[in-house]
């Protein structure tokens, strides 16, 4: 981490239902405009989440987002 990072710690659950959303805006081209400090730094989060995360590569991975985001609404 560089001197000026900060770390922010979330859920395994609350991780997942982040990454299914900045790769949902990704894909649908729906998020901040092409060239934009907010495109470079929701793209550099979703590479994070994507190097931690294990369940993308399951086959049943739409059914882990759908239990982290009820988890995460019953506990929030």
């Known amino acids: 981490m560089s001197k000026n990072a900060i770390a922010l710690e ?3 659950d609350e991780a997942l239902v982040l990454f299914e959303w900045l790769a949902e805006l990704d894909s649908n081209n729906s998020g901040p405009a092409d060239g934009s400090a907010e495109q470079k730094v929701l793209w550099k989060l979703e590479g994070q ?9 399951e086959s049943d991975y739409q059914q882990l987002v759908e239990e982290a985001r009820r988890n ?3 506990t929030s």
């Not at 989440?49 to 590569?57: G, H, Q, T």
């Open 10 to 12: 979330v859920s395994q």
């Open 49 to 57: 989440l994507e190097r931690l995360l294990v369940e993308p590569l």
């Open 72 to 74: 995460v609404l019953a």
